[in-house]
Nanobody, 123 residues
């Protein structure tokens, strides 16, 4: 089992940057593929990015590709989401999640979730 705690959210103007962090408890962090999702008010939770166990493979939703970057440091049990060129439509609660298998964008496939961190982008 793994517990996840996100941090780094906040308010920023359009065009700005934020870096989210997700700290995981437990000794088996490297055995989980990790993902970032987001949920805006009145909308369904949507996939943002995922990274494989060792970090060599990554993929992104089309809406953030080229602007966001996911990375992980297994020695620190932490996964990151660097968000650049932020847009007002990026405003949402961002969640990190852990999955025993890499390669899915489906939220239902992820077993463990953090509590979320709010990102607000103003125009």
């Amino acid at each position: 089992q793994v517990q996840l705690v996100e941090s780094g959210g906040g308010s920023v103007q359009a065009g700005g940057s934020l870096r989210l962090s997700c700290a995981a408890s437990g000794r088996t962090f490297s055995s989980y593929a990790m993902g970032w999702f987001r949920q805006a008010p009145g909308k369904e939770r949507e996939f943002v990015a995922a990274i494989s166990f060792g970090g060599s493979r990554r993929y992104y939703s089309d809406s953030v590709k080229g602007r966001f970057a996911i990375s992980r440091d297994n020695a620190k049990n932490t996964v990151y989401l660097q968000m650049n060129s932020l847009k007002p439509e990026d405003t949402a609660v961002y969640y990190c999640a852990a999955n025993n298998n890499y390669g899915t964008k489906s939220a239902s496939a992820y077993s463990y979730w953090g509590q979320g961190t709010q990102v607000t982008v103003s125009s």
